[in-house]
């Protein structure tokens, strides 16, 4: 009787086992394995706008989680929109989403990745801040204080 007790109770414990939650039926297995992103932000500034309507944004994104996560968009109170681009083989190109890979980082730097916004309400000038809210796919908002520079401002530290 006592085998049969511990065989039912193993079976009960693989069937529950093979039994998968939201995170597997959606193919994303970081939630099974613990891994989560942990997402923060450097070297975040904007050089002051030539133009009254447009200027460009540059930080870093670091991912120093075990699961990758998407920037999916980007608002800001001080633009009429935000836009992620790629800059690859110098074209430039407007992204929807761009990937945050796990224990790595998203760039966006002066001649790369930036991010431009269009229809400025007011237009930055140095020593001033522009607030940013960054939308992820997994991790939610971050919100991000970008220091306005001189417009030819480039890091010391670089991105």
């Known amino acids: 009787m006592t085998a049969a ?11 529950l086992t093979g039994c998968g939650g939201p995170a597997s039926a959606s193919g994303d297995d970081s939630s099974a394995s613990g891994a989560k992103a942990d997402l ?3 070297s975040a500034y904007m050089p002051q ?5 447009m200027a460009a944004g540059f930080l870093t994104i670091v991912n120093d989680g075990g699961a990758d996560d998407e920037l999916t ?6 633009a009429g929109s935000v836009t992620m ?3 690859v083989g110098g074209a430039m190109r407007e992204a929807d989403r761009l990937t945050v890979p796990a224990h790595g980082r998203l760039v966006f730097r002066s001649g790369g990745d930036h991010l431009m916004f269009d229809g400025m309400k007011r237009k930055p000038v140095e020593g001033q801040s522009v607030d940013v809210e960054l939308h992820f796919a997994r991790s ?3 919100k991000v204080e ?3 520079k001189p417009a030819t401002y480039n890091p010391a530290t670089g991105h």
Do not use: C, F, K, N
């Open 73 to 78: 968009s980007v608002t800001s109170d001080a």
């Open 146 to 148: 970008m220091p306005v």
């Open 85 to 87: 681009h790629r800059t």
């Open 140 to 142: 939610g908002e971050l």
């Open 40 to 42: 923060s932000v450097s």
């Open 5 to 15: 007790l511990t065989a039912g109770a193993l079976t009960g414990t693989l069937l």
């Open 49 to 53: 706008p030539v133009s009254d309507t």
